[in-house]
């Protein structure tokens, strides 16, 4: 087999690997249907996250259940599946209050930008589909796994209520995302900050109602413009930057919240203006496997089309091409098919 190797800055090869196997009686092997680049690859790939190399890429999959080892109950060879980046007993009091991401036994998925993957718990972490989809589902299918439910956890985060007006601070395919979900949960007015053509057309598409392209002391000045100098009810950080994160609290309402899902780089946080703004901080990595069900359902029955976000589909060999686009900003994220798929 082979799959997403990771050797040093800008250097993504698609090499021989070894097949993934049962070792684990909680384990399942998944043919992967499709994989994608995230917007977090790109901190590694662009050397700024230091990881041990060479290290097997890829945390955002779907696919078709292989084999599964002897203590697996509720998933089924042959079924199509979708799990969390988050790898979760779903069983341990962390997961019964809904925050698999931080689950006794949380493990993170890596190695799945590759034909086959295993998954350790497997009846935690995977959600079968209602039937085996069609070929045009799995973009929106693949978006539950990471992309849509960090975008949807954003919006729960930060406490989005029907009628309310929430920023979007960062336009990845997760800020893009955020906005999505925040429209589903009823935002009347979804400010969405992007400098890029493209990106704020997809976030109009998707349910902004403005845009901003200024950043920093502009750009708050322009969010309190836009709210009668109050400020947002609901602001998601989807960026990660300390830069990004003070925008988030200067445009936030007293009394209102902020859900960060923007990994973390390079950021102090200074509390002061988190006292004085009177916000709440509510974030982490997503816990997607509380959302998949619903996620899931809302693809499914096609009411949201989230896999609008790939702009560029590339076989799967050609991984480091997608890196690359990504790294420029030519594309907003990258979707690989594997060629047997
Ligand atoms: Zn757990």
Known sequence: MRGTVLY???????????????????????????????????WPYRGIQKVAQPTPMGHE???????VGSAVRT?????????????????CPNCRAGYQSGCQNLEFMSRAQAPYVRVPWADGTLVPTPELPSDDLLPSL????????????????ANVKPGA??????????????????????????????????RQQLAKEFGATDIVTERGDEGIA?????????????????????????QAIQSTRP?????????????????????????RLHGGPAPV????PDLIKLVWERKINPGKVFDLVLPLEQVAEGYRAMDERRAIKTLLRPSSA
Not at 75 to 91: E, R
Not at 226 to 243: H, K, M, R
Not at 255 to 279: A, E, N, Q, R
């Open 8 to 42: 040093g800055p800008r250097d993504v090869r698609f090499e021989d690997r070894e097949a993934p196997r049962i070792e684990k009686p909680t384990d399942a092997i998944l043919r992967i249907a499709v994989t994608c680049v995230c917007g977090s690859d790109l």
């Open 61 to 67: 999959y779907c696919g078709f259940v292989e084999e």
């Open 75 to 91: 998933v089924k060879p042959g079924q199509f599946v979708i799990g969390s980046f988050c790898i979760s007993d779903n069983t």
């Open 142 to 157: 693949l978006t539950t796994s990471d992309v849509l439910g960090t975008g949807w956890f954003a919006a729960d985060a």
């Open 165 to 198: 007006t929430v920023l979007v601070v960062g336009d990845g395919a997760v800020g893009l995302l955020g906005v999505l979900s925040a429209k589903q949960m009823g935002a009347e007015r979804i400010i969405a900050m992007s400098r890029h053509e493209k």
């Open 222 to 246: 322009r969010i309190k413009d836009l709210t009668n100098g109050i400020g947002a009810d609901s602001v998601l950080e989807c960026v990660g930057t300390e830069e990004s994160m003070m």
């Open 255 to 279: 009394g209102g919240s902020i859900g960060y899902v923007g990994v973390p780089h390079g950021m102090k946080l200074d509390v002061w203006p988190v006292f004085f703004h009177l916000v």
């Open 289 to 292: 496997r509380r959302f998949l």
